[in-house]
């Protein structure tokens, strides 16, 4: 630059820059008229490109810094001519604002060709964004109650309460109080919906003016710092007091809000994805509700490590399903209840053991029908061994049945008591011998009949005593296998009596 110093003014109708430089057409006050006549005036595109000049804070080398390309067509630029009173190269410092009163006439010059800005729908109110023009009133009063716009009529704001999601619900532990016991702590047994807080000033409350205790004071001008685009992203930096916040919002309504008092929402309209190629460590030191709509997918390449230190709830409304490649170990300190209302069905494909270290109850058996509701519980127990069968019992055992009993073996059947046995029945005793049988008693063998004793030998009936043999009647009654000639050894004895 030399000579004098000439500023200038005007305004931007072109910014495609062919060298993506960030320049701009712009029609200049004093120097171009609004005239785009061809040959009487300046069509737009033989107006000179002003090179936008950039804050110290950008280095504007190799794409290092922020890019220059802030202005639009119809915004008013100022700025300078580096080449002094020949006015060939201009260049832009800075833009401004006003308020705008009618729309553009791309007809004319120094209006957008495009027609588009100033928009229709900001004629008449301060080119500052409606974000950043607040008034501090609490509550604020939302769109459709408004005299003159406001934030609330900002896309993004209304967007945000419009879409508010309210009633997310969480998970509820399963109520098992019919079979067994609740824990203590009820609320894990109730429905606790959350809301989403509201934009701006918090509160999670089912009402859009119910903010935060401490916010006593609504965004205010001129704290509210706002930078917004074309499309309609938007950042915040509020430090208005008691109402200090910052705020980022993608158009498609995708946005992370740090509110007040510290809280941080962040919502994605969209899919959400996270990679974090080293170590995250996350710390909550409160509640924490996770609400999935859909389907849910988690994989550990390493081990896991699950601690609770309070009770663990699983409320599995569908099936579980369990696949372990390698072995399960489970320890239980206290008791263990399992009900099934239901099938049961275990399968071991190699050994099961179980140790009981006191006493074992099994109940087979109630009253009511079966899964099809039609077929009555029978209560029968199965088993099937293809093996040996061995059960040892220390004390004392007692089988009580109250049916029938049958008791089948292809093979031999050996019943051993190192003590006294017993045999009774309160009704009749068939024993049937389809072969030999062969009793043998070390000791003496006495039995008593309450009755009649019928025997009935149909081979040969023979009797060896390897000492005397002798039949007692009793008295007044007669021998009849005694022969008819007493004498010598056939001799027959008559007792006096049996007790």
């Known amino acids: 630059m030399f000579g004098e110093f000439v500023w200038w003014q005007g305004v931007v109708e072109d910014r495609l820059d062919p060298l993506k430089l960030g320049r701009c057409r712009v029609r200049i006050l004093g120097y171009h008229t609004d005239n785009k006549t061809q040959g009487v ?6 107006l000179p490109w002003a090179t936008p000049s950039q804050p110290i804070t ?29 006015a060939q190269e201009p260049v832009m410092m800075s833009t401004f604002g006003g308020i705008p009163q009618k729309e553009s006439n791309p007809s004319k010059g120094f209006n957008d060709p495009y027609g588009t800005y100033p928009l229709y729908s900001h004629l008449n109110e301060p080119d500052v964004n409606r974000l950043a023009r607040g008034g501090g009133a609490i509550p604020v009063s939302l769109k459709g109650d408004l005299l ?53 000033y918090g509160g999670t409350t089912d009402s859009s003016t119910e903010y935060l205790d401490d916010v006593v004071l609504s965004s205010v001008y001129p704290y509210n710092h706002v930078r917004m685009s074309e499309s309609g992203h938007v950042e915040e930096w509020d430090d208005t007091p008691t109402a200090e916040r910052m705020h980022r919002y993608h158009m498609s309504g995708t946005f992370e809000e740090i509110q007040p008092d510290g809280t941080k929402v962040v919502k994605v309209v969209g899919s959400d994805y996270e990679i974090v190629l080293k170590d995250k460590d996350v710390l909550i030191n409160g509640t924490c509700n996770v609400t999935i709509g859909g389907d849910c997918r988690m994989l550990y390449q390493g081990s896991l490590v699950q601690e609770v230190y309070g009770d663990y709830h699983l409320n599995v409304h569908g099936d579980v399903r369990t ?46 029908m079966k899964q ?19 059960e040892i019992t220390h004390g004392t055992m007692l089988t009580m049945v109250s049916q029938n009993t049958t008791l089948v073996s292809v093979g031999n059947i050996d ?38 004793l019928d025997e009935t030998h ?39 009596g049996i007790s």
């Open 58 to 86: 950008s280095a504007a080398m190799n794409g290092i810094g922020t890019t220059p390309t802030g202005p639009v067509e119809g915004t008013w630029v100022f700025g300078f001519f580096r080449d002094g009173k020949n």
């Open 148 to 200: 003159t716009p406001s934030a609330e009529d900002s896309p993004s704001l209304d967007h945000k309460r419009k879409s508010r999601t309210r009633g997310v619900p969480t998970g509820v532990a399963g109520d098992m109080s019919t079979t067994i016991a609740n824990t203590d702590d009820d609320a894990f047994y109730d429905l606790a919906p959350w809301n989403e807080p509201n934009p701006r």
């Open 41 to 46: 005036g300046i069509p737009t595109e033989h």
């Open 323 to 368: 696949k372990i490649g390698g072995n399960q170990a489970t320890e239980i300190f206290a008791d263990r209840k399992t009900v099934i209302n239901g099938n049961d069905d275990l399968f071991v494909a190699y050994d099961q053991i179980l140790n009981i270290g006191d006493e074992r109850t099994i109940n087979i058996g109630s009253e009511g």
């Open 372 to 390: 099809d509701n039609i077929t009555p519980k029978t209560g029968n127990c199965s088993e099937t061994i293809t093996g040996n069968l061995t």
């Open 458 to 496: 149909t081979g040969h009936y023979k009797l060896h005593t390897l000492d005397d043999t002798s039949v007692v009647a009793a008295s007044g009654k007669t021998d009849h296998s005694c022969p008819t000639t007493r004498s010598g050894s056939t001799a027959c004895n008559t007792a006096a």
């Open 415 to 452: 019943i051993t008591s190192i003590g006294d046995m017993g045999i009774s029945t309160n009704a009749g005793c068939n024993i049937t011998v389809t072969g030999v049988l062969n009793k043998k008693v070390s000791g003496a063998a006495i039995e008593h009949y309450g009755s009649t």
